[in-house]
């Protein structure tokens, strides 16, 4: 298989593969080839292809839809326009025979972002909606090109619409799936096209709802879409295909030492993803541990590379596998009025809820809830509506330093010599959540970096594992960043 690994330990034998290219897989004509390549390595072999749009579209289009939206109109065009040409370019440098068809399908595409952002200009104000049907056209369009350029390679490469087949909520900007029809859907389109040899190609991240509203499934939405997609035709294996060699013990723009982690269960991956770790979309897991289908995220630039392995089951024989922080997040304290106290805490947790203001931790004792969100922005809505029921007070820039390895809370001395090393950085609060696999303190955001060294060394210096001699600088333990 060319150097790509091979499923391990009770994995079952990928006689299905979906294989996922990212932003930066993907990002210009040399991106391009490289996917090409690793697609037709696998032979006869049953394969979906998922693609992000190409690098920094999805954030440029943002970008123009809010420009426009204050009324920078000649910005957010002349973004467009920039965006257009750098697809007619690679295009022109990939294509021959199709290559008409494709520019053509482009013009389109940009005619119609053109006409939305006008349309966000006029009505002064970019709406969830809006923002949905603008940023999708870039998973649109790079499946497309991506399908055209493996047909002309000799796969039979068919384009699939992943928005007519993922069908979610109205929950705009960050949707989640519909389950049954989204994978009956996925099953009546998917599966006679692998059967009859061809190569489905859909853009990732895409979706709509039910009437056909345009929507996202968030931001690293194009890992879930192949997630879905692996699920509902009993895959064999997923496969995540990035700029890094895989999921890293930290993030080496933080350690230098940080070292590539071979094996994680499915559990581990998920904490460390919740935890902000620039790893895979938090819900990617969630359908590939309902079928106990092996993820493995690999290299694009180094195909031959092992990648990182994430399965049902693992012994690693290390307590901590990896140290992450996930930054942007807040202390809260909520001081229930007297009248509010038999019900408080789901008075409270209703609140959060209602305004998708996501809860890291929560504790409570008598007329007092503390919580840990990563939504600030919601805060001030939260506040309001808890109006005459509690008061609420916050403070921003504050990070979430987190271990993940199996039992981790349970291992003597860890805690011990996790607080000896940080003692002197005012840790706040002590986390230990719900899971085992997770020890985690907060501490002033300014601070996350040093916290992170610290316990890195500790845990990791002593390993002989050795480290990738070409690590790249977004590595896939990086937290606070967008990812695609």
Excluded at 31 to 49: H, N
Excluded at 228 to 234: D, N, P, S, T
Excluded at 247 to 257: G, H
Excluded at 320 to 340: H, I, Q, Y
């Amino acid at each position: 298989m060319n150097g790509v690994p091979r499923a391990q330990g009770n994995a079952r034998p990928p006689d299905a593969v979906v294989m996922k290219f990212g932003g930066t897989s993907v990002e210009d004509a040399a991106a391009i080839r490289r996917m090409v390549r690793i697609v037709q390595s696998r032979g006869q072999a049953r394969r979906a292809v998922v693609v992000s749009a190409l690098a920094k579209v999805t954030d440029q289009l943002l970008s123009a839809a809010e420009a426009a939206a204050q009324g920078q109109v000649e910005y957010s065009t002349a973004t467009l326009a920039s965006l257009k040409l750098r697809h007619q370019a690679i295009a022109s440098e990939l294509l021959e025979a199709s290559r008409g068809e494709f520019c053509k399908y482009l013009d389109s595409a940009f005619d119609g972002l053109t006409a939305a952002v006008c349309g966000v200009a006029a009505a002064g104000q970019l709406t969830p909606r809006a923002q949905d049907a603008i940023v999708s056209v870039g998973e649109h369009i790079s499946s497309r090109l991506a399908a055209a350029v493996l047909r002309e390679s000799g796969v039979n490469a068919v384009h699939v619409d992943a928005a007519a087949c993922i069908v979610t909520d109205s929950v705009h900007t960050q949707a989640s799936p519909l389950p049954d029809v989204t994978n009956e859907n996925l099953q009546s389109v998917i599966v006679p096209l692998l059967e009859a040899g061809a190569v489905p190609v859909l853009g990732g991240f895409i979706a709509r709802t039910q009437d056909g509203t345009p929507t996202t499934l968030g931001r690293g939405g194009s890992d879930f879409t192949a997630a879905l997609v692996g699920a509902a035709v009993k895959a064999g294996l997923i496969e995540i295909w990035t700029d890094v060699d895989g999921i890293m013990t930290s993030d080496p723009k933080v350690c230098s030492d940080a070292r590539r982690i071979s094996h994680m269960s499915f559990e581990e991956a998920a904490d460390l993803a919740h935890f902000g770790a620039k790893v895979l979309h938090p819900a990617t897991l969630l359908p590939a541990m309902h079928e106990n289908i092996p993820v493995h995220v690999l290299n694009s630039r180094n195909s031959v590379g092992e990648g990182t392995q994430i399965m049902a089951r693992v012994n690693s024989g290390s307590v901590v596998r990896a140290v992450t922080a996930k930054r942007g997040v807040a202390a809260v304290e909520v001081e229930l009025a007297a009248s509010a106290e038999p019900e408080g805490l789901r008075l409270v947790c209703s609140a959060f809820d209602r305004h998708h203001c996501p809860v890291e931790m929560v504790s409570a004792s008598r007329g007092r809830v503390s919580l840990v969100v990563g939504a600030t922005s919601a805060l001030p809505r939260v506040a309001a509506d808890l109006h005459g029921i509690a008061s609420v007070t916050w403070e921003n820039h504050k990070a979430l330093v987190c271990l993940v390895g199996e039992n981790v809370r349970r291992q003597p001395g860890v805690a011990s010599r996790v607080f000896a090393a940080v003692s002197d950085l005012e840790v706040r609060v002590v986390c230990q959540g719900g899971s085992d696999r997770t020890l985690s303190f907060l501490v002033d955001e300014s601070k996350a970096e040093e916290s992170v060294r610290r316990l890195h060394a500790v845990f990791f210096s002593d390993r002989k594992q050795p480290v990738s001699a070409k690590l790249n600088s977004a590595a896939l333990c990086q937290a606070g960043e967008t990812w695609r």
